[in-house]
């Protein structure tokens, strides 16, 4: 495994969301692709730290995680871009509006089953890979404000 520090030197991880979305489904969005990239990249989340008086604060990550706004065809056009590239270190999650909209685990699996790629609309996309590659495919997004 890599330590964090190098990690961060040569990888890179942002959140790219619609950003016509309102900001309730902006903050879902963040919150659900983060939570499956720190299960996804080992030794992302740090060690716990305490403060003077003892109290525990949960380690939390250490790598800065920009979120990025485009549009959803943007959001597509840049997921089938990496994904042609085969890189075997990129991690890639998505929120689609079938997740958005399904009311069960059970439910989303089996609509996604019948659904074509071509008719999913990508809400978000949480990516992390090779520095030079992401910032290839983000660099021209700008923060969501």
Known sequence: MEDIKTIAETKKCVLIIDKAQPIGIIANTASVLSITLGKQIEGIVSHDVYDKQGDKHLGITQMPIPVLGASDDKIKEIRHKLLSLDLEELVM?????????????????????????????????????????????????????
Do not use: P
Not at 94 to 119: C, G, H, P, R
Not at 121 to 137: E, F, L, M, Q
């Open 93 to 145: 999650v998505d929120f689609s509006n079938i997740a958005q909209q399904s009311k069960t685990y059970d439910n989303y699996e089996k609509v996604m089953l019948m659904t074509e790629e071509n008719d999913i609309r990508y809400i978000g996309i949480g990516i992390c890979g090779d520095k030079k590659v992401i910032n290839k495919a983000t660099g021209n997004l700008s923060l969501i404000r």
